[in-house]
């Protein structure tokens, strides 16, 4: 298992709320965070050297939110874990699976998404 604080985690979201809410949970557990707020800011940190092993995406960030996107990011980032953190049980065109999660977001989904990463980690 790798240890978390060798983990590197974007957090992009809309609701400022969110998006330090989940960075101070993901710091707790040792992982090392960067927020973002504007789907600017997400490309340029995606589509950096910097490292990233993680990236949990509002998809309100971004228009259009659909499968070219992800398949950019997959293209530049093929080993990159993506979860998809949203209000809606789906994405059209958007699949769970391989390195693709779905989590809704709740006032339960910190747990979801906890749970996502950690296995992640493994």
Do not use: W
Request: a neutral charge; charged letters at 25%; one cysteine or more.
């Amino acid at each position: 298992m790798r240890p978390p604080e060798l983990f590197h985690i974007v957090v992009t979201d809309i609701n400022h709320h969110i998006r330090d809410f989940l960075q101070r949970e993901l710091e707790k557990e040792g992982c090392t965070v960067c927020s973002v707020k504007t789907g600017v800011m997400a490309y340029v940190r995606i589509f950096s050297s910097d490292p990233l092993d993680l990236i949990i995406l509002d998809p309100e960030l971004f228009h259009p939110f659909d499968q070219t996107l992800i398949g950019k990011i997959v293209h530049r980032r093929s080993s990159l874990q993506i979860i998809i953190h949203t209000y809606l049980d789906s994405i059209d065109g958007i699949k769970a699976g391989n390195n693709i999660y779905l989590v809704e977001k709740s006032g339960q989904s910190i747990g979801s998404l906890k749970a996502i990463i950690r296995k992640c980690f493994e």
